[in-house]
C-alpha cells in the first residue's frame, strides 16, 4: 500500500500563505532525509527548482523517487563534507545534512561532525560564492540538558562535549558558530532554525536505539514490548512534520527573519512513559512496557520558549499529538 502525502503538502501549502518560491533556485543538502524530503516536496509545490544534494548515508532514495523525472529537480549524490562546485545560480542554500539518531552518535561520530563543521562551511561557501540566502538546521540539542524550561533562544546550554551525545551537540553548536561568522565577516543573509523532536511520514525506522515515536509505534504494531529508558519521566515536545516545514520555510523566506536564530517547535510537554501508553492506546495494542536503563547525558526535559517563532515568523504548531500520531502509525503500517 502506497501512503498519500496530499494531505501533508496541501495543508503545508494552505498554512505558508502568500509565501512563495516561485522560480527560486534552491539548494537542499541532505535533501532525501526525512525533512528534506519533505522540503524538496513543498519548494517543488510553490514553484522552485531544486537541487537535492546527499550520500544516502542517513537519507533513503524512496523519499525522493517521485520527484526524479520532476522538471524542475535535480539530484546529486555526494557527500557535502567534501567540495561541490555550483556554477547555478542559487537564491538559496538549505543545509540540512546530518545523522540525529542517538544509535548513529555512537556508530557515525565523525560523520555526524563532519557533516555539520566542514559540511556547513561548504555550504556557506556555495551560499556566498551566488549571494544566496542560507538556512541551517540547527537542533535543540545545543541546549543539552536545560537549567531553563521552556528554553529561549537566550539560553547558552548545559552540554557535555565528551559524552556520548557531545558528536552531535557540540557539531551543530559548532556549525552555529559558523554560520554567524560568515554572517558578521561576509554579511551573507542566515537564518539558524533550532529544531525540536519531530515526527511524521518519512521519519525513518531505526530499531530499539532510534527516534521514539517510530520505535514506539513499530514495537505496538509488532506486539513487541514497548522499551522505555528509565523510568519514562523525562519529558518530550514534539512537532509534526506539517508543522515543521511550515516553519522551517517561514523562516527561509521573511526578511523578518534575516539573521535570526529560532526555535521551531512543539509547547505540549509529555513524559515518554505517557507516550508509550498512548500510542499502545492509538494502535489497541497488546504491547507491555519495558524498562531499560537511562542512557548518558539524555536530556531529562525538552519543552521550546516559541515567542519568538509567533513574533518573527507569525509561526505556531497547529497538529495536535494524537492527530500527527494516527498520521504516522498509517504511514508506518503502509511500509510493510
Not at 524538496?40 to 544534494?53: F, I, K, M, P
Not at 554560520?179 to 519531530?198: P, S
Not at 521550546?304 to 500520531?325: C, F, I, N, Y
Amino acid at each position: 500500500m502506497t501512503f498519500d502525502t496530499t494531505k501533508e503538502l496541501d495543508t503545508i501549502r494552505k498554512n505558508l500563505g502568500q509565501v512563495s518560491f516561485e522560480e527560486q533556485r534552491v539548494l537542499v543538502t541532505g535533501g532525501a532525509g526525512f525533512l528534506g524530503s519533505w522540503i524538496c516536496d513543498t519548494l517543488l509545490a510553490s514553484g522552485a527548482r531544486v537541487t537535492c544534494v546527499d550520500n544516502f548515508a542517513s537519507g533513503r532514495k524512496e523519499n525522493i523517487r517521485h520527484l526524479m523525472d520532476h522538471e524542475r529537480f535535480r539530484f546529486i549524490e555526494h557527500d557535502i563534507s567534501t567540495p561541490l562546485p555550483v556554477e547555478t545560480r542559487l537564491d538559496y542554500v538549505f543545509h540540512m545534512a546530518s545523522r540525529a539518531s542517538p544509535f548513529e552518535f555512537e556508530h557515525y561520530p565523525i560523520q555526524i561532525l563532519k557533516a555539520n563543521t566542514t559540511g556547513i562551511l561548504v555550504a556557506l561557501g556555495i551560499a556566498k560564492k551566488h549571494g544566496a540566502k542560507l538556512l541551517y538546521t540547527s537542533t535543540s540539542e545545543v541546549y543539552g540538558n536545560p537549567d531553563i524550561v521552556p528554553t529561549p533562544e537566550t539560553y547558552h546550554g548545559n552540554v557535555n562535549p565528551i559524552g556520548p551525545r557531545g558528536c552531535y551537540d557540540e557539531a551543530k553548536r559548532c556549525g552555529e558558530a559558523y554560520v554567524m561568522a560568515y554572517r558578521k565577516q561576509h554579511k551573507l543573509d542566515t537564518r539558524i532554525a533550532r529544531i525540536f523532536n519531530t515526527y511524521g511520514p518519512r521519519i525513518r525506522l531505526d530499531g530499539i536505539y532510534g527516534r521514539v515515536i517510530p520505535r514506539f509505534i513499530g514495537q505496538a504494531l509488532n506486539g513487541e514490548p514497548v522499551t522505555v529508558f528509565g523510568n519514562g519521566s523525562q519529558t518530550r515536545s514534539f512537532t509534526y512534520v506539517t508543522d515543521q516545514i511550515e516553519g522551517l520555510l517561514r523562516l527561509a523566506s521573511l526578511d523578518a527573519a534575516r539573521g535570526q536564530v529560532i526555535n521551531i517547535g512543539n509547547v505540549n510537554e509529555i513524559t515518554v512513559l505517557a507516550l508509550a501508553k498512548k500510542v499502545i492506546e492509538i494502535t489497541g495494542s497488546s504491547s507491555t512496557i519495558s524498562f531499560y536503563p537511562l542512557p548518558e547525558d539524555d536530556p531529562l526535559r525538552r519543552r521550546p520558549d516559541v515567542t519568538r517563532a509567533k513574533q518573527v515568523l507569525g509561526w505556531e504548531p497547529k497538529v495536535p499529538l494524537e492527530s500527527g500520531l494516527l498520521r504516522t502509525i498509517e504511514w508506518i503500517r503502509s511500509c510493510g
